[in-house]
């Protein structure tokens, strides 16, 4: 491994040197050659791209072994990077921008495994302003794109080098709500399902959760009944949503109002029918009220929401028969302002991006119960709004 030492890091130079002389010890001792086991403390390690609330894309190295994160240079000077998603087998990182033109775009970067640096591959207009958020759809080798702003989804195929094709497809939706945050459309998510024949889009700005139909050969979208679409309470503005394991079953957070409902999903006739709705903030909360983000844990068991309005972290076990949600713990996020999180492929770590508190805070994960504990370990960013994670 070569270590770049730039002025001021040399203090790190005797903690390297221990740690490659503790590595040839254990190598001896237990007949591994230490470069087998240096190939062994990388693999536990990944990166962190963190999309910050102005400009520029940072890089956090994270170690799953030990839960700690430490801060690379900027990655790339990217205006308001508000969603990434990594490539499944290739080193490619997509990443959009919002820098305020009224056609978005979503970049393709190569990742330095070793460094951490991107070099930009090529780039797509995403079909409208202000994209937030990504779905990869491997099988197909299709990004879907969600554009806020411009109140629409896309779809853009990928070439078999991971880089950008051309644009397959967009939808623009229609309608208001009585937030005043609802004068418009703002798709905030896109969500491919397990048939690869759907694709969920939340529209904040609509109170609607639209279902359209995904042709993976082509890469397109195609219009839905308009009949069709989960009408959501006035004014909740739906984010972001995640499913069951058997895919029955749709568990949606709503920003504006910060409620989480789950929806029965039938996947052959692209319905929805609610089952349950609750409110993630506590009875004497008084403040504004607003949900960041959703995440299900690898087997399903357990769903994870960010709750802004109180700064807090909420797990809730689910019931596979009927879907229903039930909490079992609530705890601080460890700052301010947690814009969103993201679970590592372990399933033993949740990293939280507080924006107002400029940090991504560490969470270990019990993988039986599903609870969370603040590990105290955390790492500087300005503003953080994205995390994603490149193994």
């Not at 990388?42 to 700690?68: E, K, P």
């Not at 004068?183 to 969920?200: E, I, N």
């Not at 984010?239 to 929806?263: G, I, N, W």
Request: aromatic share 8%.
């Amino acid at each position: 491994m070569k270590w770049n030492l730039k002025p001021g890091a040399l203090r790190w130079q005797g903690v390297i040197s221990a740690a490659i002389f503790s590595l040839t010890l254990s190598a001896s001792e237990y007949g591994m050659c230490a470069e087998d086991l240096m190939a062994l403390s990388q693999s536990q390690t990944a990166l962190v791209y963190v999309g910050v609330n102005g400009n520029g894309l940072r890089a956090l190295r994270f170690d799953a072994g030990s839960g700690q994160l430490t801060s690379l240079d900027s990655a790339a000077d990217l205006p308001k990077a508000r969603w990434g998603v990594a490539h499944p087998t290739l080193p490619i990182l997509y990443m959009t921008s919002d820098d305020g033109t009224p056609d978005g775009k979503v970049t393709a970067f190569a990742v330095d495994r070793s460094s951490g640096a991107l070099r930009a591959v090529n780039h797509q207009a995403t079909g409208g302003s202000g994209p937030t958020h990504l779905w990869l759809d491997a099988a197909s080798k299709t990004l879907l794109v969600s554009n806020y702003g411009g109140g629409s989804v896309s779809s853009i195929a990928l070439n078999d080098d991971g880089s950008l094709g051309a644009l397959a497809s967009t939808i623009k939706h229609q309608g208001t709500g009585p937030h005043r945050r609802q004068a418009s459309p703002h798709a905030h998510g896109v969500f491919v399902d397990a048939s690869g024949k759907h694709v969920l889009a939340p529209d904040l700005g609509t109170d609607r959760v639209y279902a359209y139909a995904f042709d993976r050969s082509s890469h397109k979208l195609s219009v839905a009944d308009p009949a069709q679409a989960y009408v959501a309470a006035a004014g909740s503005g739906p984010r972001h949503l995640v499913f069951s394991k058997d895919q029955r079953f749709v568990h949606l957070l709503s920003e504006l109002t910060a409620e989480l409902t789950t929806l029965r999903w039938d996947t052959q006739q692209g319905t929805f029918t609610q089952v349950q709705n609750l409110q993630t903030h506590s009875a004497q909360f008084a403040g504004a009220r607003s949900g960041s983000e959703i995440a299900s844990s690898a087997d399903a068991r357990f769903v994870y929401v960010g709750v802004r309005g109180e700064n807090q972290l909420q797990v809730y076990a689910t019931n596979a028969d009927n879907g229903e949600l039930s909490l079992i713990q609530t705890i601080a996020c460890g700052g301010e302002n947690p814009w969103t999180f993201a679970l590592h492929a372990s399933g033993k770590w949740l990293l939280v991006a507080n924006e107002r508190s400029n940090r991504v805070n560490v969470f270990s994960v019990d993988s039986v119960t599903g609870q969370l504990k603040d590990t105290g370990q955390s790492a500087e960013s300005p503003a953080p709004i994205s995390l994603t994670f490149v193994d």
